[in-house]
């Protein structure tokens, strides 16, 4: 264990959107985690410009911890909700959870005595996708298998939630780029990690904003492009395919007319080919442009997220007890 490591204060960053329903009660229990703690802990809702009263209800809540409320001036995504809740942090370790409780606030306890034994990020893996659907569960399995062989920056199963010390969060504040695929950069930045099986909760209340197989699309394209070259290697393994085909179609050809005479040739044939090579060239021109896309994005070099607002809080348990 580093000597010089301090161990005296925790902040836990919870990013929502539309979560007026399960805000008040995750900040509620995540209080009653903390103050088992002998750490100065504070609680950081990052509020991605929501629509439902998110911000508002998350002060009506009752809490001893001191706790600070971000509101965006619109969406910005959770990936930039995060990235402010980082910037943010004070504490000398952080730990993300969503905010519609269905990451268990107990486990602080258990990322908390990791990270005193000397771990830097303390994260939770999901013991099984048994809740899933066959089909959803099939594509992912899928898709991290061939999106991301090769590279030990994405693990399947591991998500958001997490405890990283703050030379971690450093270390991640210090990455330049304004497209951000956290579930990648955690693991970029390497560091002494540690691994512990959960079982995601049901939502405390109302509806997923996040799991719309179109978001999940889009989130996943990020990945693919944010870490992984894939789509371009795919793109010449097609061409050399398709060069190595036609090669071979033409010296069949050209034996078939040597051997048999001049035919006329086929119009599905030669329509099929058509076809098939504007479809290849028009998905390479596709993958080439989501790369220039984010390329874009980057030399613009626009901030990641406005703030509206930005409002702090110390105990006010004694105040809601009262009114209760």
């Known amino acids: 264990m580093n000597s010089e490591r301090s161990y005296k204060s925790l ?105 005193r034994e000397g771990y830097d990020v303390v994260y939770a893996k999901r013991a099984s996708r048994g809740t899933d659907s066959w089909l959803r569960r099939s594509l992912s399995k899928l898709y991290y298998r061939i999106a991301f062989s090769g590279t030990t920056f994405i693990e399947p199963n591991a998500g958001d939630f997490r405890l990283m010390s703050s030379t971690v969060v450093k270390a991640i ?3 330049p780029e304004k497209t951000r695929f956290m579930k990648g950069l955690f693991n970029w930045v390497g560091f002494k990690k540690l691994a512990i099986d ?29 870490f992984s070259a894939f789509p371009l290697r795919m793109i010449s393994r097609i061409g050399f395919l398709v ?17 048999f005479g001049i035919d006329v040739p086929g119009w ?36 990641l997220y406005i703030v509206e607002k930005v409002t702090q809080q110390q105990s006010n348990l004694e105040r809601q007890r009262e009114a209760a």
Request: hydrophobic share 45%; charged share 20%.
């Open 11 to 115: 902040s836990v960053i919870l990013p929502g959107y539309n979560e007026a329903e399960a805000i008040r009660h995750t900040i509620e229990e995540t209080d009653a985690v903390l103050r088992s703690l002998p750490l100065k802990c504070e609680i950081i809702v990052v509020d991605d410009g929501s629509i439902d009263g998110t911000a508002e209800s998350a002060l009506k809540a009752a809490h001893a911890t001191p706790l600070k409320v971000i509101r965006f001036s619109r969406n910005f995504g959770k990936e930039a909700a995060m990235t402010a809740g980082l910037e943010a942090a004070s504490g000398d370790a952080v730990v993300i959870m969503d905010s519609d409780g269905q990451h268990p606030p107990s486990f602080i306890l258990e990322f908390v005595k990791h990270w």
């Open 268 to 303: 599905a044939t030669l329509t099929v080919a058509l076809t098939l090579l504007s479809g290849i060239q028009l998905i390479s021109i596709g993958v080439l442009g989501e790369y220039i896309g984010l390329i874009f994005t980057e030399v613009k070099n626009r901030p």
């Open 173 to 175: 504040l210090s990455l």
């Open 243 to 259: 060069a190595g085909s036609s090669v071979i179609y033409g010296l069949y050809i050209m034996i078939r007319t040597l051997c």
């Open 198 to 226: 959960y079982t995601p909760r049901e939502r405390t209340a109302g509806e997923t904003k996040f799991g719309s197989i179109r978001h999940l699309f889009r989130f996943g394209i990020l990945g693919i492009m944010s």
